[in-house]
């Protein structure tokens, strides 16, 4: 029997931690070896640390799902130790984004801003539809909705599914986020954001073209957060032992 692949959780007393802490018991591949939270939660069958720096225990790899003040630290201790990392925090700040670019010079870092499947295969779709949509005149609109405890917004995913509709437009167009403040006329190079908070939303994204007399919107939406939980472990188990670089889920799905 091969040896399963050591993983520290960090955030596992979160609601992915724990999530992800079920998925992986049940699975012959891969096992938690130690988590990481500041805060008290349930009781987990390995040991928990309060931060990162205070782990003792050898792993093969980082999944995270935690808060982004806590990313530096843990970025910190990934190099020192050459521990690949997925990271799945969202949030995080221009300085923080440039420090993971830095690190993945360093060790393998897989970075996405949502990990399931779904999502994944929408980011193609989106690039091959604005070619067709966006040159020809359609407007450009995202509307993701979230739980109420959620505190970024946009969330990482409406950003990424802009992004990938931006690079095929050769990054022309500017995002706006709140049509509150100024009264004028939509302008064609636009992608608008916007963000509904409420209930226990897991995550709905709508990707909308809107042209004249006709509209697309391209919709996914998750019922649970195994969906991401599933993700983060497929993408653990592929980072495995991978050399430095910069890693996204398009790499594990292929």
């Known amino acids: 029997m091969e040896k399963k692949i050591r ?26 070896v130690a988590g990481i939270d500041a805060y008290s939660g349930p009781t ?40 690949p990392c997925v990271l799945c925090t969202t949030g995080l700040t221009e300085e923080q984004l440039a420090a993971v670019k830095k690190a993945s010079e360093q060790v393998a870092v897989l970075k996405s801003a949502n990990m399931s499947l779904g999502i994944n295969l929408l980011l193609k779709m989106l690039k091959e539809a604005t070619h067709v949509l966006a040159e020809a005149g359609f407007d450009i609109e995202i509307v993701e909705k979230h739980h109420n405890l959620k505190k970024d917004a946009p969330s990482g ?39 509904v908070r409420g209930g226990t939303i897991v995550g709905d994204h709508d990707v909308i073209f ?12 998750a019922y649970s957060k195994a969906v991401f939980g599933k993700g983060a472990v497929q993408a653990a188990k592929f980072l495995a032992g991978k050399p430095a670089g910069m890693y996204d889920m398009s790499d594990v799905i292929g």
Not at 7 to 27: E, R, V
């Open 7 to 32: 993983a520290i959780m960090h955030g596992c007393n979160g609601k992915m931690g724990q999530t992800i802490s079920g998925l992986i018991a049940a699975d012959d591949e891969i096992e938690i």
């Open 44 to 83: 987990n069958p390995y040991p928990v640390f309060d931060s990162i720096d205070a782990c003792d225990v050898e792993a093969d790899v980082v999944i995270d799902f935690s808060a982004a003040p806590a990313v530096d630290a843990l970025l910190a201790y990934c190099v020192a130790g050459k521990v």
């Open 157 to 195: 995913t409406a950003l990424a599914l802009a992004d990938s509709i931006n690079e095929e437009l050769d990054n022309s167009y500017r995002y706006v986020y709140d049509r509150s403040q100024v009264r004028e006329k939509r302008e064609r190079k636009e992608i608008g954001i916007s963000a």
């Open 210 to 221: 809107a042209g004249a007399d006709e509209v697309v919107t391209f919709s996914h939406r």
